[in-house]
């Protein structure tokens, strides 16, 4: 009996970690990037909770463990960099600093590296189209080719693009009224190995972090109305950040200098939450970022990898017994689906609430960085605040 072919398209997070369990559950796997080669740029990301037991599962938690940015907790600080709120670096996994904190690229390379030969790994190519039966799911890549494969699974990022294409009615897209721009900086010998945030006046929000590679990544923030802003050029989108940041204080002149200096890795989201009314549609199925990425909730990870392990376990079960690939999908949305919502939902107004516009709305949210940074209350502002909620037992997968 042949092996069930399957495509998995993006090769970050969610992606390798599903290439690396189905190909152990029986299945002949493609992992699809579209990206002409590996990335290894990106932010800082971290895991927590339950990502961390999946890392457990895959084996390569130490190996993580070797290449953490380093950062020793978060500051809040004033208009002159002095600090005014501190929280060290968590060892539960809930504060701001999470106990594993690492850059995306190298966390997406230790993933990609776990995926066996036997996986066909591509670059440089996207779907374009799929043609769906009872039978099987004919892809259309953007190269031309047409191939059949048994289950295509997303695993791609907010703005996926095969998502947009073939879950149009069933995606609703929930605007925060934020936009975000990153990018990395040179790193200076004033430079700590604490997160600094700052938050200025007029909706605007700067911070800076260390990394493991000698260099500082960084982020500007400000509130605003959907306005195109993401889709305009580099320099256009510099020339706008210029002005919107003009005084706005503390480091925002060096960090805009060092998002010019270094303009292949600036970029620019939305802070809006991807809401997938259902996450399958016969033989094509979402996972990670594609089915409910939002802005920075430090959760995407974490959720990206508990995805992808639940996901090829349950299709795990269809190659030795009664259940159907309708069937794990099912379990796999009913297991993640309320934690999904939770640990990637924002309050109502959150997002502008870390934005504030007034000085009384600057003055608020500094006060309640001091109140929670003070020790008695650290434990319960992270415990009530930031911990995840609706967590799923992990299953234990044979196949796996």
């Known amino acids: 009996m042949s092996r069930p072919r399957v495509l998995v398209t993006g090769a970050s997070v969610a992606g390798p970690t599903l290439a690396w369990g189905l ?59 002095k600090p005014y709120a501190e929280f060290p670096k968590s060892t539960t996994g809930d504060g701001p600093t999470a106990e594993i904190e690492i850059l995306r690229g190298r966390f997406s390379r230790i993933l990609v590296d776990l995926v066996p030969d036997s996986v066909d790994l591509r670059y440089g190519d996207f779907i374009i189209g799929v043609q769906q ?41 929930r605007d925060f009224g934020v936009t975000i721009t990153y990018g990395t900086i040179d790193r200076t010998p004033e430079d700590t190995e604490y997160w600094d945030w700052y938050t200025g006046t007029r909706g605007r929000v700067a911070s800076i972090r260390p990394d493991n590679e000698g260099t500082i990544r960084a982020s500007m923030s400000f509130e605003s109305e959907p306005m195109g802003f993401e889709t305009l050029p580099v320099e ?80 795990g079960k269809t190659l030795n017994g009664p259940t159907t690939h309708h069937d794990a999908f099912g379990e796999y949305e009913r297991l993640l689906r309320r934690y999904a919502d939770s640990a990637q939902g924002l309050p109502a107004g959150g997002a502008r609430l870390l934005h504030p516009s007034t000085r009384l709305g600057r003055a608020g949210i500094q006060t309640l960085h001091r109140v929670t ?28």
């Open 373 to 400: 940074s003070a020790k008695p209350l650290q434990r319960f502002a992270e415990k009530h605040l930031t911990s995840e909620k609706h967590v799923p037992a992990l299953p234990a997968y044979e196949a796996l």
């Open 236 to 315: 256009a989108q510099l020339h706008v950040l210029r002005a919107r940041f003009r005084d706005a204080g503390w480091q925002t002149s060096r960090i805009l200098d060092g998002f010019d200096a270094r303009r292949d890795e600036f970029y620019v989201q939305r802070m809006e939450q991807v809401v997938v009314s259902r996450w399958s549609k016969g033989r094509v199925v979402l996972v990670g970022d594609a089915a409910w990425g939002s802005g920075p909730t430090g959760m995407g990870t974490t959720l990206a990898l508990a995805g992808g392990y639940i996901l090829a376990g349950e299709l």
């Open 133 to 173: 039966t009872s039978d099987v799911a004919e892809v259309t890549f953007d190269s031309g080719a047409t191939e059949r494969f048994d289950l295509v699974i997303v695993a791609e990022g907010r703005s996926s693009r095969t998502r947009r294409i073939l879950f149009v009615e069933e995606t609703e897209l």
């Open 23 to 81: 190909t152990r559950a029986g299945f002949d796997v493609t992992l699809l990037e579209r990206s002409a080669e590996q990335r290894q740029t990106g932010q800082n990301i971290d895991v927590r909770g339950i990502g961390k037991d999946v890392l457990d599962r895959l084996g390569v938690r130490s190996i993580v463990m070797q290449h953490l940015t380093g950062e020793a907790g978060t500051r809040y600080v004033e208009r002159d960099g």
